[in-house]
């Protein structure tokens, strides 16, 4: 069973299309967890698991002030930003467990903050800009993104799985 599937993007239109075989393999239940750093892609793979899914992918944009968007697709999609939150307490205040793992499909940006979502299984993916932090770089390593999904647990290794074969 596949534990990692790497892909390279070269713009956000791949990062999309990314999304979009992921988005076609979820279901209700299922929790994705999007790392990387600030304008690295998440909400642009998000907005292709959503169009995956079904849903309006105009309606996707970043949760950070609003901690939890709902797109209907075809199951519900729960877009949440732990950005702005300092720790599972407020997490819970903010009342957004109910929507991970539940009726529909929980898609996390800034999930460190949350440090259950480590014990659970889920699929943990990871965007970087090649190049970016190096000192002295003019950030002319462009649009290409490197995209890692890491499953744990077995749900998460057969969708991983499928998405190799497509
Ligand atoms: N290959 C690529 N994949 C995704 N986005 C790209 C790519 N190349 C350039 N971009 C640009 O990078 C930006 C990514 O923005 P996005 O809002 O998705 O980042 P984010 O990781 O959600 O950031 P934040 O932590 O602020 O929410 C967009 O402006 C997008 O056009
Ligand atoms: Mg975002």
């Known amino acids: 069973m596949a534990h990692v599937f790497r892909a390279v993007s070269e ?39 959503a169009a995956g899914m079904g ?3 105009s309606r996707v944009a970043s949760p950070t002030f609003t901690l939890a968007r709902e ?15 300092s720790g599972p307490d407020d997490v819970e205040d903010a009342g957004l467990t109910e929507y991970i793992g539940g009726d ?9 903050v949350y440090r259950y979502l480590n014990e659970i299984d889920r699929l943990d993916v990871s965007i970087t800009a090649p190049g970016a932090g190096d000192t002295g770089d003019t950030g002319d390593s462009g649009d290409r ?13 057969s969708i991983l799985e499928a998405m190799g074969g497509c």
Do not use: M, N
Request: with cysteine; aromatic share 8%.
């Open 11 to 49: 713009s956000p239109a791949d990062t999309a299309a990314i999304g979009y075989k992921l988005g076609r393999l979820l279901e209700s239940g299922d929790i994705v967890c999007l790392r990387g750093e600030l304008g690295a892609g998440k909400t642009v793979l998000a907005r292709g698991i």
């Open 55 to 57: 849903a309006d992918a």
């Open 71 to 85: 797109y209907s697709g075809r199951r519900p999609i729960y877009h949440l930003d732990l950005y702005r939150l």
């Open 104 to 112: 529909g499909v929980a898609l996390i940006e800034w999930p460190q």
């Open 145 to 157: 993104r490197e995209l890692e999904f890491r499953a744990h647990g077995a749900r998460y290794e």
